[in-house]
């Protein structure tokens, strides 16, 4: 079954910084990767999703991620941090065929001014 | 495109007593829907999978009959919690899947307070 880590609950990140998420997953066949991202009381939000095309994926708000095959990896990154990233970010996978998705922990991103 | 909407968005109920979250596609049509479960700080727990016109298939651990699920319509899928008790308060989040895609798109959630 497919799975998803991603470590350090907390990330703390100055504004204007360099924003870097890491995704690592476990999958038996290509993969389908998934950047949602939550605010506080809400649904999750697309980001951006990596299908098997390009390995650099860009999604909203200044986002992306490089879908590393070698590494397992699914890295998010922004080059400049905004108070408004302030967020829940969840990495989620699925496999061709199956419809479900694994989540990881989650990173609680906290953009210090 | 591809919003979801869920309703309610907030309910108290009292234990004992059902009740019935709706999952709607406003601008697609979902052959598939998931609802999941998370609690404050965690991740997302799937609990079933929701397929239209056929019966929903629940992840280990979940109770079937405590948490009915029906998608009678491409567009429509609800989440009936009975007989809900205190331990049931949680925030309910449904996804409905692009027919044809991977991709899944989330409602806001409906956070359900059990007194």
């Known amino acids: 079954a497919q799975s998803v880590t991603q470590l350090g609950s907390h990330v703390s990140v100055s504004e204007g910084a360099l924003v870097l998420l890491r995704c690592n997953y476990s999958?038996?066949?290509?993969?389908?990767l998934f950047w949602y991202v939550q605010y506080p009381n809400q649904g999750l939000q697309l980001l951006l999703k990596?299908?098997?095309?390009?390995?650099l994926v860009k999604g909203i708000n200044g986002f992306e991620a490089e879908f590393k095959k070698s590494e397992t990896s699914f890295h998010l990154t922004k080059p400049s941090a905004h108070m408004s990233d302030a967020a829940e970010y969840f990495c989620?996978?699925?496999?061709?065929?199956?419809?479900?998705?694994?989540f990881g922990k989650g990173n609680q991103v906290v953009v210090i001014p | 495109g591809a919003v979801v909407s869920q309703h309610p968005s907030w309910v108290i109920c009292k234990s004992g007593t059902s009740v019935k979250i709706e999952c709607r596609s406003l601008d697609f049509q979902a052959t598939t829907m998931f609802w999941y479960r998370q609690f404050p700080k965690q991740s997302l727990m799937l609990m079933a999978t929701?397929?239209?016109?056929?019966?929903?298939?629940?992840e280990q651990g979940v109770e079937k009959d405590k948490f009915l699920i029906n998608h009678a319509s491409l567009t429509l899928s609800t989440l009936t919690v009975t007989s809900a008790h205190p331990e049931d308060s949680s925030f309910y989040i449904c996804?409905?899947?692009?027919?044809?895609?991977?991709?899944?798109?989330f409602g806001p959630g409906t956070r359900l307070l059990v007194l």
């Open positions: 990596y299908t098997s095309a390009a390995t």
């Open positions: 999958s038996s066949v290509p993969p389908y």
């Open positions: 929701s397929n239209e016109g056929s019966k929903a298939t629940y």
């Open positions: 996804s409905a899947r692009v027919t044809g895609t991977e991709t899944q798109y």
């Open positions: 989620a996978v699925s496999e061709k065929g199956n419809n479900r998705l694994a």
